[in-house]
């Protein structure tokens, strides 16, 4: 999977994703029977190769797992950074910008964004390596909530606890959204944004 950074101008944008024949196949099977469930001899009929063609491009079925999640992660830390850019000096756009961002991602990339729940499969090493990656929108939104508190925009108790509520209701929206489902990416977008609004506080969401 392959992607480019995001702009300001662009982070609301969600092109087709550019997956080659194996992870394109992978996504689709994890997606389908669950990482435990999808055999390497699947992914290989899958794809149209035998399993040593497959094994000479990725190691075995976890990288083609962590080769999802990384470019995933990667891809949504570029669109939040470039949607908090966007919100100039304001805490309460930044803020905004951001869960939007996030929201979007789950739903325009729900299939990519749902593999997080299959980390739990990856050796230690693999998964203390993803968990570092995502850290890194953990930190954006703790820095932006704190920001607003210390503002006096937001009125948060636990900051902490408050971004990981955050994260995990934006999280679960990948395992429900169907693109073709009554509520469209923006609908869910902007409610979800009301919601985290309400979450932290701000006075014009009430």
């Known amino acids: 999977m392959t992607a480019q950074p995001q702009t300001a101008a662009a982070w609301r944008d969600f092109e087709p994703m550019q997956l080659g024949p194996i992870l394109g196949n ?5 997606h389908e029977n669950g990482f435990h469930g999808t055999t390497v001899r699947d992914l290989a009929r899958r794809v149209g ?6 094994y000479y491009h990725h ?3 976890e990288a083609m797992l962590v080769a999802l999640l990384e470019s995933a992660v990667r891809d949504l830390i570029d669109r939040c950074r470039a949607a908090v850019a966007e919100g100039g000096d304001d ?4 803020f905004s910008y951001f869960y939007e961002a996030v929201v979007l991602n789950m739903t325009h990339r729900a299939r990519p964004s749902a593999l997080d729940s299959e980390v739990r499969h990856l050796s230690p090493e693999n998964r203390r390596n993803y968990a570092a990656v995502r850290k890194e929108l953990e930190l954006m ?5 704190a920001d607003g508190v210390e503002r006096g925009v937001f009125v948060v108790d636990d900051v902490p606890e408050t971004v990981r509520a ?3 209701m934006g999280q679960s929206i990948a395992r429900w959204f169907q693109l073709d489902g009554p509520l469209t990416p923006d609908q869910v977008a902007a409610r979800y944004t ?3 609004l309400r979450v932290v506080g701000d006075p014009s969401a009430s």
């Open 26 to 30: 992978a996504l689709d099977a994890f």
């Open 59 to 61: 190691e075995n079925k």
């Open 49 to 54: 190769v035998t399993v040593p063609a497959l």
């Open 91 to 94: 805490p309460v756009l930044r």
């Open 166 to 168: 955050l994260l995990g």
């Open 141 to 145: 939104l703790l820095d932006l909530v």
């Open 194 to 196: 009301a919601i985290a």
